[in-house]
């Protein structure tokens, strides 16, 4: 089992559609979880953390993680073109004194105008 | 206060050359990560330094690469005699302290030819 796995995607979703991505992770111990964009070619940049239980929102997008179903997802509220990128969830395992973190494969988002 | 800063951009080796990529970390931070990624691909873990301490250097092959963030100055990784395989982009991130949230530089894109 991966660490960290994503669908690969593409997900594409119309323009003004939520967009929904979602991550698991096989370390039960992990406390801190991390989404993050990377346009093509670009470097990834950081959009959400999350450490609790629960939804975080900020502006459109929405963390949720969920512990005990060692799930974590984005959502994508009001998509816009300009979100179409890949998205890559990120975790820090316990095991590794949470420094490490290891990265999904990431989900290619398309929204279409 | 400016992020983390990479350099080379870009950078062409021809087989059997050595490659330097340097980073220096966001002012404030003391942890530096470099990752490794190939086209289409995901972010692969390479090493993880404290100033003028190697962490953590499981995801990097243990031939020919080498990294060191010394005292003073940035954070070098070497690759010698570079082959085509070691074509990737290379980032950079650097945080406060462990668990907490990683920022990227902008990569450095290693060409062999």
């Known amino acids: 089992q991966k660490e960290v796995e994503q669908n690969s995607g593409p997900l594409s979703v119309p323009e003004g559609a939520i967009a929904s991505l979602n991550c698991t992770y096989s370390?039960?111990?992990?406390?801190?979880f991390f989404w993050y964009r990377q346009y093509s070619g670009k470097s990834p940049e950081l959009i959400m953390s999350i450490y609790s239980n629960g939804d975080k929102e900020d502006g459109r997008f929405t963390a949720q993680l969920n512990k005990a179903s060692q799930y974590v997802s984005l959502l994508i509220r009001d998509s816009q073109p300009s979100d179409s990128a890949t998205y890559l969830c990120?975790?820090?395992?316990?095991?590794?004194?949470?420094?490490?973190?290891?990265f999904g494969a990431g989900t290619r988002l398309f929204v279409k105008a | 206060n400016a992020g983390v800063m990479q350099n080379p951009r870009h950078l062409v080796r021809r087989r059997g050359q050595e490659a330097r990529l340097r980073c220096s970390p966001m002012k404030g931070h003391s942890h530096v990560y470099w990752y490794r990624q190939l086209p289409e691909e995901g972010l692969k873990f390479m090493v993880y330094?404290?100033?003028?301490?190697?962490?953590?250097e499981s995801g990097m092959p243990k031939e020919r690469f080498s990294a060191e963030f010394p005292k003073e100055g940035p954070s070098i990784l070497r690759i010698q005699q570079v082959v085509r395989g070691d074509s990737a982009a290379y980032f950079c991130?650097?945080?406060?302290?462990?668990?907490?949230?990683?920022?990227f530089g902008q990569g450095t894109r290693l060409t062999v030819v």
């Open positions: 330094l404290q100033k003028e301490n190697i962490i953590d």
């Open positions: 370390d039960r111990g992990s406390q801190s």
């Open positions: 990120a975790v820090n395992p316990s095991y590794t004194g949470g420094f490490k973190t290891i």
């Open positions: 991130a650097s945080s406060t302290g462990e668990e907490t949230e990683a920022f």
